[in-house]
Protein backbone atom coordinates (compact mmCIF):
# COMPACT_ATOMS: atom_id res chain seq x y z
CA UNK A 1 0.00 0.00 0.00
CA UNK A 2 1.56 3.29 -0.91
CA UNK A 3 0.97 6.23 1.18
CA UNK A 4 0.72 8.70 -1.04
CA UNK A 5 -1.26 7.50 -4.27
CA UNK A 6 -0.81 8.85 -7.65
CA UNK A 7 -3.02 9.09 -10.67
CA UNK A 8 -2.93 8.23 -13.32
CA UNK A 9 -0.47 5.89 -13.14
CA UNK A 10 -0.16 6.25 -17.02
CA UNK A 11 -1.04 9.09 -19.38
CA UNK A 12 -0.74 10.01 -22.94
CA UNK A 13 -1.10 12.59 -25.03
CA UNK A 14 -0.46 14.67 -28.20
CA UNK A 15 1.74 17.59 -27.86
CA UNK A 16 0.03 20.83 -26.91
CA UNK A 17 -2.85 19.21 -24.40
CA UNK A 18 -3.13 19.96 -20.94
CA UNK A 19 -3.00 17.80 -18.20
CA UNK A 20 -3.17 17.33 -14.60
CA UNK A 21 -1.78 14.95 -12.52
CA UNK A 22 -2.01 14.21 -8.97
CA UNK A 23 -0.98 13.30 -5.66
CA UNK A 24 -2.95 12.19 -2.42
CA UNK A 25 -2.84 11.08 0.92
CA UNK A 26 -4.33 10.64 4.35
CA UNK A 27 -1.23 11.65 5.82
CA UNK A 28 -0.30 15.47 6.28
CA UNK A 29 3.01 16.52 4.99
CA UNK A 30 5.32 19.37 6.39
CA UNK A 31 6.61 19.80 2.47
CA UNK A 32 6.13 17.97 -0.67
CA UNK A 33 8.18 17.65 -3.43
CA UNK A 34 7.71 16.83 -7.60
CA UNK A 35 10.46 15.19 -9.29
CA UNK A 36 10.81 14.31 -13.05
CA UNK A 37 12.77 10.77 -13.84
CA UNK A 38 14.20 10.07 -17.37
CA UNK A 39 14.90 5.90 -18.04
CA UNK A 40 18.06 5.40 -17.08
CA UNK A 41 18.49 8.17 -14.84
CA UNK A 42 17.94 9.10 -10.90
CA UNK A 43 14.86 11.61 -10.39
CA UNK A 44 15.37 15.41 -10.34
CA UNK A 45 13.74 17.96 -8.66
CA UNK A 46 11.38 19.70 -10.20
CA UNK A 47 9.42 21.91 -6.89
CA UNK A 48 9.10 21.99 -3.20
CA UNK A 49 6.12 23.35 -1.47
CA UNK A 50 5.41 23.56 2.07
CA UNK A 51 2.99 25.78 2.88
CA UNK A 52 -0.91 25.01 2.85
CA UNK A 53 -2.69 26.43 -0.43
CA UNK A 54 0.47 27.27 -1.99
CA UNK A 55 1.60 27.15 -6.08
CA UNK A 56 4.05 27.34 -7.51
CA UNK A 57 4.78 28.10 -11.04
CA UNK A 58 8.19 26.60 -13.38
CA UNK A 59 7.47 27.78 -16.87
CA UNK A 60 4.71 26.18 -17.96
CA UNK A 61 4.05 23.64 -14.97
CA UNK A 62 2.01 24.87 -12.09
CA UNK A 63 2.26 23.07 -8.55
CA UNK A 64 -0.13 23.09 -5.84
CA UNK A 65 0.07 22.15 -2.01
CA UNK A 66 -3.81 21.18 -1.08
CA UNK A 67 -4.50 23.21 1.92
CA UNK A 68 -4.56 20.76 4.26
CA UNK A 69 -1.21 19.74 2.97
CA UNK A 70 -2.56 15.90 2.17
CA UNK A 71 -2.33 16.55 -1.01
CA UNK A 72 -1.01 18.37 -4.21
CA UNK A 73 -1.19 18.54 -8.23
CA UNK A 74 1.04 19.05 -11.04
CA UNK A 75 -0.96 21.09 -14.42
CA UNK A 76 1.44 20.89 -17.30
CA UNK A 77 0.27 23.59 -20.19
CA UNK A 78 0.85 22.77 -23.63
CA UNK A 79 2.91 19.61 -23.03
CA UNK A 80 5.86 19.42 -25.29
CA UNK A 81 7.62 15.49 -26.17
CA UNK A 82 10.38 16.71 -23.65
CA UNK A 83 7.81 16.77 -20.83
CA UNK A 84 7.57 12.95 -21.35
CA UNK A 85 9.23 11.25 -18.34
CA UNK A 86 7.35 9.83 -14.71
CA UNK A 87 6.55 12.39 -12.58
CA UNK A 88 7.17 10.87 -8.77
CA UNK A 89 5.72 13.00 -5.58
CA UNK A 90 7.61 12.58 -2.50
CA UNK A 91 6.36 13.16 1.14
CA UNK A 92 8.06 14.31 4.37
CA UNK A 93 6.99 13.45 7.61
CA UNK A 94 6.44 15.67 10.19
CA UNK A 95 9.35 14.55 12.47
CA UNK A 96 12.71 12.79 11.77
CA UNK A 97 14.77 13.51 8.95
CA UNK A 98 14.58 10.57 6.82
CA UNK A 99 10.62 9.66 6.44
CA UNK A 100 10.49 10.96 2.78
CA UNK A 101 8.12 8.89 1.23
CA UNK A 102 7.45 8.76 -2.54
CA UNK A 103 4.53 7.90 -4.53
CA UNK A 104 4.65 5.03 -7.55
CA UNK A 105 4.28 7.85 -9.87
CA UNK A 106 2.63 8.95 -13.32
CA UNK A 107 4.23 7.91 -16.36
CA UNK A 108 3.52 10.73 -18.94
CA UNK A 109 4.32 10.13 -22.92
CA UNK A 110 4.11 13.40 -25.02
CA UNK A 111 3.48 12.00 -29.04
CA UNK A 112 4.67 14.88 -30.54
CA UNK B 1 32.27 15.80 -7.73
CA UNK B 2 29.45 17.61 -10.10
CA UNK B 3 27.03 14.94 -9.46
CA UNK B 4 26.18 12.06 -7.73
CA UNK B 5 27.75 8.87 -8.99
CA UNK B 6 27.18 5.38 -8.85
CA UNK B 7 28.91 2.24 -9.69
CA UNK B 8 28.31 -0.13 -11.52
CA UNK B 9 25.09 1.34 -13.60
CA UNK B 10 24.29 -2.03 -14.39
CA UNK B 11 25.23 -5.49 -12.41
CA UNK B 12 23.53 -8.87 -13.36
CA UNK B 13 24.64 -11.54 -10.81
CA UNK B 14 23.68 -15.30 -9.82
CA UNK B 15 20.86 -16.27 -7.11
CA UNK B 16 22.82 -16.68 -3.67
CA UNK B 17 26.21 -14.54 -4.81
CA UNK B 18 27.06 -10.86 -3.09
CA UNK B 19 26.97 -7.83 -4.42
CA UNK B 20 28.68 -4.45 -3.83
CA UNK B 21 27.29 -1.13 -4.69
CA UNK B 22 29.14 2.38 -4.66
CA UNK B 23 27.83 5.01 -4.54
CA UNK B 24 29.99 8.95 -4.66
CA UNK B 25 27.89 11.51 -3.41
CA UNK B 26 28.24 15.34 -4.07
CA UNK B 27 31.17 17.09 -2.42
CA UNK B 28 30.15 18.60 1.34
CA UNK B 29 26.77 17.26 1.21
CA UNK B 30 26.66 15.22 4.84
CA UNK B 31 23.19 13.86 4.35
CA UNK B 32 22.89 10.45 1.76
CA UNK B 33 20.21 7.90 1.14
CA UNK B 34 19.76 4.25 -0.50
CA UNK B 35 16.51 4.14 -2.21
CA UNK B 36 15.14 1.01 -3.73
CA UNK B 37 13.18 1.41 -6.78
CA UNK B 38 10.75 -1.48 -8.32
CA UNK B 39 8.87 -1.63 -11.84
CA UNK B 40 5.69 -0.26 -10.81
CA UNK B 41 6.63 1.01 -7.29
CA UNK B 42 7.87 4.14 -5.79
CA UNK B 43 10.88 4.56 -4.11
CA UNK B 44 11.38 2.53 -1.21
CA UNK B 45 13.80 4.27 1.58
CA UNK B 46 16.54 1.76 2.83
CA UNK B 47 19.38 3.75 4.82
CA UNK B 48 20.18 7.36 5.73
CA UNK B 49 23.12 8.43 6.97
CA UNK B 50 23.33 12.44 8.18
CA UNK B 51 27.41 13.27 9.31
CA UNK B 52 29.36 10.96 11.51
CA UNK B 53 25.80 10.24 13.18
CA UNK B 54 24.73 6.62 13.37
CA UNK B 55 22.36 5.69 10.17
CA UNK B 56 19.30 5.10 10.21
CA UNK B 57 18.77 1.30 8.95
CA UNK B 58 15.12 1.31 9.52
CA UNK B 59 14.48 0.93 5.85
CA UNK B 60 16.64 -2.28 5.87
CA UNK B 61 14.49 -5.29 4.30
CA UNK B 62 16.56 -8.00 5.76
CA UNK B 63 19.40 -8.66 7.62
CA UNK B 64 21.15 -9.28 4.09
CA UNK B 65 21.36 -6.00 3.40
CA UNK B 66 24.26 -3.49 4.68
CA UNK B 67 25.47 -0.37 4.18
CA UNK B 68 28.43 2.15 5.48
CA UNK B 69 29.60 5.24 4.91
CA UNK B 70 33.74 5.78 5.04
CA UNK B 71 35.18 9.05 5.72
CA UNK B 72 31.57 11.41 5.67
CA UNK B 73 32.01 10.87 1.67
CA UNK B 74 31.62 7.47 -0.19
CA UNK B 75 29.03 4.91 1.03
CA UNK B 76 28.64 1.39 -0.38
CA UNK B 77 25.26 -0.67 -0.31
CA UNK B 78 25.50 -4.73 -0.02
CA UNK B 79 23.30 -7.57 -0.30
CA UNK B 80 24.60 -11.15 0.40
CA UNK B 81 23.14 -14.03 -0.65
CA UNK B 82 20.62 -12.34 -3.27
CA UNK B 83 17.66 -13.73 -4.25
CA UNK B 84 15.43 -12.48 -7.44
CA UNK B 85 13.60 -10.05 -5.26
CA UNK B 86 15.95 -7.97 -4.89
CA UNK B 87 16.16 -7.26 -8.70
CA UNK B 88 15.60 -3.48 -8.64
CA UNK B 89 17.51 -0.37 -9.47
CA UNK B 90 19.15 0.93 -6.67
CA UNK B 91 19.34 4.80 -6.22
CA UNK B 92 21.43 7.24 -4.08
CA UNK B 93 20.95 10.82 -3.01
CA UNK B 94 22.93 13.39 -1.34
CA UNK B 95 21.69 15.94 0.24
CA UNK B 96 23.61 19.11 1.90
CA UNK B 97 20.55 19.10 4.99
CA UNK B 98 22.60 18.90 7.98
CA UNK B 99 20.87 19.26 11.29
CA UNK B 100 22.22 22.18 12.54
CA UNK B 101 21.39 24.60 9.48
CA UNK B 102 18.06 24.07 9.63
CA UNK B 103 14.75 23.92 8.03
CA UNK B 104 14.57 20.31 6.84
CA UNK B 105 11.58 20.80 4.31
CA UNK B 106 13.58 22.98 2.09
CA UNK B 107 16.69 21.17 1.03
CA UNK B 108 15.76 18.31 -1.88
CA UNK B 109 17.81 14.95 -2.94
CA UNK B 110 20.14 15.17 -6.11
CA UNK B 111 19.72 11.74 -6.98
CA UNK B 112 22.23 9.28 -8.99
CA UNK B 113 21.62 7.31 -12.01
CA UNK B 114 21.22 4.53 -9.92
CA UNK B 115 22.26 0.49 -10.12
CA UNK B 116 20.17 -1.80 -11.96
CA UNK B 117 20.51 -5.32 -10.42
CA UNK B 118 19.53 -8.29 -11.67
CA UNK B 119 19.82 -11.34 -9.65
CA UNK B 120 19.19 -14.50 -12.59
Known amino acids: TQLLEQSPQFLSIQEGENLTVYCNSS?????LQWYRQEPGEGPVLLVT?????EVKKLKRLTFQFGDARKDSSLHITAAQPGDTGLYLC????????????FGAGTRLTVKP | GAGVSQSPSNKVTEKGKDVELRCDPI?????LYWYRQSLGQGLEFLIY????????KSGLPSDRFSAERTGGSVSTLTIQRTQQEDSAVYLC??????????????????FGSGTRLTVV
Open chain 2, 93 to 110: ASSSYSRAVGDRRKYGYT
Open chain 1, 27 to 31: SVFSS
Open chain 1, 49 to 53: VVTGG
Open chain 1, 90 to 101: AGLGPKNNNDMR
Open chain 2, 27 to 31: SGHTA
Open chain 2, 49 to 56: FQGNSAPD
